[in-house]
Nanobody, 128 residues
Framework: EVQLVESGGGSVQAGRSLRLSCAAS????????IAWFRQAPGKEREGVSC????????VYADSAKGRFIVSSDNAENTVYLQMNSLKPEDTGVYFC?????????????????????WGQGTQVTVSS
């Protein structure tokens, strides 16, 4: 059974940084695409970034480009999302998700329908 556990969320002021972690188990980590999604209050869940763990290729949503960095530690089966220059609009619950579909090459690889395993989420709150 695939399990994904997020951690690292919290409350910070605008302009500060947070690093989220997604620890994966029960899967052949190198075969998967791991993505980060977020859901703000009253809004639909949206893709933020993904990484093809074996090849290291990444995709970012426009809202994340230049501020967020996704990386993976394949020895630890963990994916990170370094979030810099945080803004109040980054507030939401952040989820990581795993997929055997897609290659994390295009914006469409951030579509949540591609992902079959999800973590429970971690709250990020950014105050102005």
């Amino acid at each position: 059974e695939v399990q994904l556990v997020e951690s690292g969320g919290g409350s910070v002021q605008a302009g500060r940084s947070l690093r989220l972690s997604c620890a994966a188990s029960g899967l052949a980590f190198d075969e998967y695409v791991i993505a980060w999604f977020r859901q703000a209050p009253g809004k639909e869940r949206e893709g933020v970034s993904c990484i093809k763990t074996f090849l290291g290729n990444t995709v970012y949503a426009d809202s994340a480009k230049g501020r967020f960095i996704v990386s993976s530690d394949n020895a630890e089966n963990t994916v990170y999302l370094q979030m810099n220059s945080l803004k109040p609009e980054d507030t939401g619950v952040y989820f990581c998700a795993a997929s055997l579909l897609g290659g994390c090459n295009y914006d469409t690889d951030l579509g949540e329908d591609l992902y079959h395993s999800w973590g429970q989420g971690t709250q990020v709150t950014v105050s102005s």
